[in-house]
């Protein structure tokens, strides 16, 4: 179904695949994660809390300071999930109920099919008698 494995997240890169919607034919294609853009411009400012941190700069008061941070972080981080959950539950959802419809479509049509190869089985043996006939 997919055109290759999930590729492994390298710490540097910070690129794997996830899957896209192709609308054409409605199907999923791998494609590259992006980072995270909250994250993205988080990283300075942790990095430097960290070196002003681990350079001594910071009192003892204010060591805490970036826990409320980094929690917010976390909990719109974890808003933005829930929602793309539930961006792929409905997603999932509308494919079943496509595959579902496509398989009643597809039996549907090969049953007339089938009619039709009756129907031209019957006109075939019709002619053959009729040939036979007026052969002999």
Known sequence: MFLHKNQIVNENSGVASDFKLRTPFASYRPVDYREYMPFVNFTPTIDEYLTKLFAGEIDEGNKDVLD??????????????????SAHADKIHDLYHRRVGDKLAFERHLEQLNGDLERNEEELQTIDQRQRATKF
């Open 68 to 85: 409320a941070y980094i929690t917010d972080m976390a909990a719109q981080a974890i808003e933005d999930l829930k929602k793309q959950q």
